[in-house]
């Protein structure tokens, strides 16, 4: 029987179907009987082994053929779902959560002084973690990492079964699929989420590099303290950046990973440090097998104790404004160097990932915060006297070679006064702005109504109220003096030593307010705006502390524009932004510039500041310039000085702690006037007292280097001659127009103006402010100040 009919022998019967006999002749010639074959004697049949009983059943329902087919069926079918899941799945965009990441915010010496963000997470690039730290999370988790193709099939195959059967998370998955389920997924165990991880892994692997995923992976994982990420880790388990850490270190980061709570020692039962230790000694020995470290550098390894949990810097104190101001000058770079708008800025900077080190010195910030303390705040009582709650104190500090602010006080804390009293621009600087027009008449070879060229020793007419005169007619402006004094015949450099009002208006004009607006704009104030006219040399725009300490620090510069800047790197995982140098080119000659600095140190040594600045038992001959400034009704004071390597200027300001209106400072501290009342707060007063603690603190001695032969730096003051004045008679109607704020209005002014001018104007001016004060207005539009508390 050939082999195929016996195959279907036994699918009918389930028996071998019995050989055919040979035909031959029986012996002794007989012949077989006819019609069949010789068949075994009955007896042998019967002796012969009992046939087996039939199989048939089973293998009829399932046939070997059934079998196979149904499972190549199977396979074909997998095969072809898992292509159509493969073309359908697409890589996705991250996820959100894995994209948001704490910006990180250091001072100048690279020390971390604030962490913002809903998540504290930090990405670094891998080429900053030491390549052994980067074999620790590969010995944990997936040795085979840098030759498999991303994915686990017996670990994947375990998930899916586990899921299924609702037995929750299981381990086993490459550290490409747990950057996946991390990046690009969630933490959701479901089947559909395993089936997506697998497609995702293998074409992210086809698409990057490993050390890609290996730094998406260490990016993205979480650590256990609230810390996602490596750096973040590092920071918090041992108080050091990622490519700081030992492979010691790296190893128990490593091993966090499989338990973060669990393994965290400062938290641990003793359970637990028996297991994470367990888990650091395994992933070393892991290193070893894969040549990855030394035998002996294993065998004289310890274990790194993590340092204890520390809460995450907050913005506390002045940490908010440092930050807000840091946000909106890399906002502003993004919007130059990218061309986006603002709010296309704002998101790119919000928890986005940035490393941002500010060009604060630490020191000389919390110097300024004590002597603000100590000055000021520590001496007002609000419970005591109501005065004392409406004080806001501002401050800015810069290097004025390098354009660097160094230090800023901003107010309370962020939490507790929102608006920042450093980049505030709604009070007056009052007469800080007089070295403006100073250096605008300088610079322009500017002189007199009788052709005298303007310089220190120029002689003006300092009688209080005296009309403005422009070729001849009355401009209808006339502010008084401080005190509604009368100078007289007066010098250039003793009417800014006691803040004359009547020279310097004439002076304005003299010069064309034309001229001294571009000068301020020039120098680095926001003439956005503001209009021309004689009132602004009294200071009436809105101003602030950091840009008349830029305006200042570009004097100081000797006529070298400075854009102070917090800004001094800011950093991505994947990109950096250019900051500009904060210095830039000549804005004014450099005899202009020294001219007005050798004028102001007379200010600090013969005028206004003389008390708490020149006689500062504090100050050990330092040479210092400066110019104090006293708005109307004592709603803002400054003082702005700077010695040849530090420009600070500190400004207090009246605001009224519920309606946040502009309120008189007058009373502030418990001082008193000469008749026992509520005394007047200037510029020679507190904000003089905050810069010279502060500066005298941080600088050492030193002289300015000028060139000039002018003022009293180069020359002492001397009594002046009194020479021509003008006296033409007017011979047409003002045409000034009243000046603009530069600062949106947060109030609109509910009360008309209640002080008339010193001299009537023959004309009613044709354009009402288009911007107004905060606070009720008190001043004559003309005339914005009234002339008679404009001055110290």
């Known amino acids: 029987m050939g082999r195929a009919e016996e195959r279907r022998a036994r699918q009918r019967g389930g028996r071998r179907a019995a050989p055919r006999r040979r035909r031959s002749a029986p012996a002794g010639g007989a012949t077989p009987a006819p019609g069949g074959s010789a068949g075994p004697a009955p007896g042998r049949r019967a002796a012969g082994k009992a046939a087996k009983p039939p199989k048939g059943r089973i293998r009829r329902l399932f046939p070997w053929k059934k079998i196979l087919g149904t499972f190549f069926g199977l396979c074909l079918l997998g095969i072809g779902g898992f292509i159509a899941l493969y073309m359908i799945v697409d890589v996705p965009q991250g996820n959100a959560a894995a994209k948001q990441q704490s910006n990180i915010y250091k001072y100048s010496d690279g020390s971390i002084m604030a962490r913002v963000g809903k998540t504290n997470r930090e990405s670094v690039d891998l080429s900053r973690v030491p390549k052994d730290v980067q074999h620790t999370f590969v010995a944990a988790e997936n040795k085979t990492f840098y030759t498999d193709s991303g994915i686990d099939l017996k670990g994947l195959a375990r998930g899916l079964y586990n899921t299924a059967m609702g037995r929750g998370a299981q381990g086993g998955s490459t550290i490409t699929q747990q950057y996946v389920k991390n990046y690009y997924l969630n933490q959701n165990q479901t089947v559909s989420r395993k ?88 992933v070393l020995d892991n290193m070893v097998k894969q040549h990855w470290l030394d035998p002996a550098k294993r065998q004289a390894m310890t274990f790194p104790y993590p340092k204890e949990p520390k809460a995450a810097p907050g913005l506390d104190g002045q940490k908010g404004y440092l930050v807000d101001l840091a946000n909106q000058q890399l906002e502003q770079q993004l919007m130059q160097q990218e061309n986006i708008t603002r709010s296309q800025a704002e998101a790119e900077v919000v928890d986005r990932g940035w490393t941002i080190t500010l060009n604060i010195d630490k020191k000389k910030q919390a110097e300024l915060e004590q002597a603000v303390k100590s000055q000021l705040t520590g001496n007002l009582h609000p419970k005591k006297r109501k005065a004392d709650a409406n004080v806001q104190a501002g401050a800015v500090s810069v290097d004025p070679k390098t354009g660097k602010i160094l230090a800023l006080y901003g107010g309370e804390g962020l939490f507790k006064h929102w608006t920042d009293n450093a980049t505030r621009r709604d009070y007056q600087p009052a007469s800080t702005f007089k070295p403006v027009i100073l250096a605008a008449a ?161 200010v600090v040594d013969d005028g206004t500041a003389r008390e708490h600045v020149a006689d500062n038992p504090l100050r050990d001959g330092q040479q210092v310039a400066g110019k104090t400034g006293t708005s109307d009704e004592d709603k803002s004071a400054w003082f702005t000085g700077y010695t040849p390597d530090l420009v600070t200027s500190v400004g207090l300001f009246g605001e009224d702690a519920k309606s946040k209106a502009h309120v008189s400072l007058t009373g502030a501290g418990g001082l008193l006037s000469p008749t026992g009342g509520p005394g007047r707060v200037n510029g020679g007063g507190y904000p003089a007292q905050i810069w010279a603690a502060y500066t005298f603190s941080v600088t050492s001695k030193s002289k300015f280097d000028l060139d000039t032969t002018q003022g009293a730096a180069v020359q002492p003051t001397q009594t002046p001659t009194h020479s021509q004045t003008p006296s033409q008679t007017p011979s047409h109607t003002p045409t000034s127009k009243p000046p603009t ?51 110290q």
């Open 442 to 602: 300088l610079e322009n070879n500017a002189t007199t109504q009788d052709g005298r060229p303007i310089t220190a020793n120029t002689v003006y007419d300092g009688t209080s109220g005296r009309q403005v005169v422009d070729h001849g007619s009355k401009v209808g402006f006339g502010p008084p003096n401080e005190d509604d004094h009368d100078y007289g015949p007066i010098t250039v450099q003793q009417a800014m030593n006691n803040s004359v009002n009547s020279v310097f208006a004439q002076m304005g004009v003299d010069v064309g307010m034309k001229k001294v607006m571009s000068t301020a704009h020039q120098l680095g104030m926001d003439t956005t705006g503001m209009d021309p006219v004689p009132a602004q040399t009294l200071g009436s725009m809105g101003a602030s502390p950091l840009e008349m300490a830029g305006i200042y620090a570009t004097l100081a510069n000797h006529g070298d524009k400075v854009t102070p800047s917090i800004l001094k790197s800011a950093e991505q995982s994947t990109r950096s932004v250019r900051v500009p140098d904060p210095v830039g080119g000549q804005v004014i000659s450099r005899t202009a510039a020294d001219t007005v600095t050798s004028v102001l140190t007379g």
């Open 195 to 282: 089936l997506q991880e697998m497609v995702i892994s293998l074409k992210v692997d086809q698409k990057m590099s490993k050390d890609q995923i290996l730094a998406g992976y260490i990016n993205t994982s979480y650590y256990g303290r609230g810390a996602y990420g490596i750096q973040a880790a590092a920071q918090a388990y041992y108080r050091v950046d990622a490519d700081r850490l030992s492979v010691a270190q790296g190893a128990y980061l490593a091993a966090l990973l499989q338990a973060p709570s669990q393994y965290d020692w400062a938290v641990a039962t003793d359970t637990g440090k028996k297991l994470v230790q367990a888990r650091w000694n395994y």
């Open 741 to 791: 704020s530069s600062a949106p209005p947060s109030k609109t002014p509910t009360q008309t103006p209640t002080r008339t001018p010193t001299q009537t104007p023959t004309q009613t001016p044709t354009q009402t402010p288009t911007q107004t004060p905060t606070g009720e207005i008190t001043q004559d539009p003309i005339d914005p100040g009234g002339g008679r508390n404009f001055g």
